[in-house]
């Protein structure tokens, strides 16, 4: 069955420093992968998928996923994080009912 | 564009009281869905629909009943609230093609007391 695994629980960074969300993923066949991003009293907004060619994806917001297919893994990456980025993270994985299934979601605390 | 919409935002229930969460997307999107957002726990599919007049379950159907009045609405109805039903609720809607990538609404804050 199709599922994702966000290992983190948090993330804290600093200001300015490289920001990296991981996400593994168990599928049989080939991958369509997203990410969403939570801000607080907020619904859920796309930031980036993954359907098939460059293995590296850029989304909204500075925000980038490279695709492993040998690591099974999709991390999102953002080079310079800014405090703004604070949110609550979610990878999913389209199941093979077309549904999708979610990460139990990465809290990212950016500080100044 | 409005998007997905949801009414209430906010709602604090008895044991026992019912009430109906509404939804509606402006998009043309034929496939709606209700889920439930609890710590720690992601968000957990409660009920799916694909089309007009169709609903599936999903995997935390229990306690809740849904309806796909028409293409742009898709409601949920809490017929005897309980406490473990607090949570927060979201729609979310998608094209039926690739990548079928789903629209959230803001979210309706349930407190079951």
């Known amino acids: 069955a199709q599922s994702v695994a966000q290992p983190e629980d948090q993330v804290n960074v600093a200001e300015g420093n490289p920001l990296t969300v991981k996400c593994t993923y168990s599928?049989?066949?080939?991958?369509?992968l997203f990410w969403y991003v939570q801000y607080p009293n907020r619904g859920l907004q796309f930031l980036l998928k993954?359907?098939?060619?460059?293995?590296l994806v850029k989304g909204s917001y500075g925000f980038e996923a490279e695709f492993n297919k040998s690591q099974t893994s999709f991390h999102l990456k953002k080079p310079s994080a800014l405090v703004s980025d604070s949110a609550l993270y979610f990878c999913?994985?389209?199941?093979?009912?077309?549904?999708?299934?979610f990460g139990a979601g990465t809290t990212v605390t950016v500080r100044a | 564009n409005a998007g997905v919409t949801q009414t209430p935002k906010f709602q604090v229930l008895k044991t026992g009281q019912s009430m109906t969460l509404q939804c509606a997307q402006d998009m043309n999107h034929n496939s709606m869905y209700w889920y439930r957002q609890d710590p720690g726990m992601g968000l957990r599919l409660i009920y799916y629909?694909?089309?007009?007049?169709?609903?599936d379950k999903g995997e935390v159907p229990n306690g809740y009943n849904v309806s796909r009045l028409n293409k742009r609405e898709f409601s949920l109805r809490l017929e005897s609230a309980a406490p473990s039903q607090t949570s927060v609720y979201f729609c979310a809607s998608s094209a039926d093609r690739l990548p079928y990538e789903q629209y959230f609404g803001p979210g309706t804050r349930l407190t079951v007391t």
């Open positions: 599928v049989s066949g080939n991958p369509y």
């Open positions: 999913a994985i389209r199941r093979g009912d077309y549904k999708l299934s």
């Open positions: 629909s694909a089309s007009e007049g169709t609903t």
């Open positions: 993954y359907i098939t060619g460059d293995n």
